[in-house]
Every structure is written in C-alpha cells, then in structure tokens.
C-alpha cells in the first residue's frame, strides 16, 4: 500500500498556495473563454502587485547527452525562483500538459510545476512534483 500523501507535505507549499490564489482571482475577475495570453498579462500584473519574484517566458536549454540540443523551451512563469507555472486556456489539463511540465522541471531544475487551466467555468489546477 502505497504511503499517504498530505497536501502539508507537498514541496514549496506556502509558494505555489500564493501563485494559486493569484490563479483564483484572475479566474474570479476574468472568468473562462480568454486566450492564454489574457491570462499569462493578468498573472505578470498579479505577481507585480503582490511582490512575488517572477521571470515571464523563462528560456531554458535541453541539454541531450554531450550536447545542447538547438531548440529551447520557454516556462510561462518560473516563480519564487522554484516554481515553474504553465499557464492553459482549453477544454482540459490533459497527459501532453502534464507530461510537458515534467520535462520543464526536468530540464530546469524546478522541483514543483503548477499547471492552471482557465478553459473552463471552474479553475483547473494540477501540481505536479518531480
């Protein structure tokens, strides 16, 4: 049987509470049907009125054997220097999201990916700890 796993106990919980609540009022003011790029603005102003540290569309390169490979990916948000926010606007969070976020952790040295879809009438939101 596998160990029970509290929300407690999960990494940079305090971190990824403050980014989530951002996540709610956005949703709250903005609703569902905007293109991720509303949003991704709404978040920018949320982390400036609210002090966080923030880096918008963080590049990253993938590093592959002995070599970088030439294309880069681009995190929506890296927060708190730890978190790393995905940012979706569709019907779903669906595998290719989740399995996305694991190779920008992977790639970032992040442990913990918040992935928020506002696609819906209801805030969707995925943790996804690596």
């Not at 509470?17 to 709250?28: L, S, T």
């Amino acid at each position: 049987m596998a160990p029970e796993i509290r929300i407690a106990d999960f990494p940079f919980k305090d971190e990824t509470d403050k980014i989530i609540n951002a996540g709610i009022e956005i949703h709250k003011i903005l609703g569902h049907g905007f293109l991720e790029i509303v949003y991704k603005d709404a978040f920018e102003y949320e982390f400036r009125k609210r002090s966080h540290k923030y880096t918008r569309e963080k590049m990253y390169s993938i590093p592959y054997k002995e070599i970088i490979l030439p294309h880069k990916f681009y995190a929506d948000f890296v927060v708190f220097d730890n978190v790393i926010l995905e940012v979706k606007a569709k019907e779903g969070i669906v595998d290719e999201d989740y399995a996305q976020t694991i190779n920008y952790l992977k790639c970032s040295g992040c442990k913990v990916g918040l992935i928020l879809n506002f696609g819906r009438t209801k805030l969707a939101i995925k943790r996804v700890v690596y």
